[in-house]
């Protein structure tokens, strides 16, 4: 079993910078893949980015250039530095991490750019 616990979301401006953060209880051995999703209000969840074993990444187009993943090994932490939000940001960010195959979810952090 795993746990996450995300922090860091909140209201910005257009323009303004947010970082998350999610850490996953237990050892980090047989996690494959950690990352984060997001659900707009009406919409279905999807990817923002994932950072796999041996530090592959894969963001969707929307936030290139203007989000980073980052993964501290030691703290079983994922980050993720947005930079650059605009309005059509707005979604609940859900951490996600996938271990062993399974996939766990963290309760979602809210995040609201004003515009």
């Known amino acids: 079993q795993v746990q996450l616990v995300e922090s860091g979301g909140g209201l910005v401006q257009a323009g303004g910078s947010l970082r998350l953060s999610c850490t996953a209880s237990g050892r980090a051995f047989g996690i494959n893949a950690m990352g984060w999703y997001r659900q707009a209000p009406g919409k279905q969840r999807e990817l923002v980015v994932v950072v796999r074993s041996g530090g592959r990444t894969n963001y969707a187009d929307s936030v290139k250039a203007r989000f980073t993943i980052s993964r501290d090994y030691d703290k079983n932490t994922v980050y993720l530095q947005m930079n650059s939000l605009k309005p059509e940001d707005t979604a609940v960010y859900y951490c996600?991490?996938?271990?062993?195959?399974?996939?766990?979810w963290g309760q979602g952090t809210q995040v609201t750019v004003s515009s």
């Open positions: 996600n991490v996938n271990k062993l195959g399974m996939n766990y």
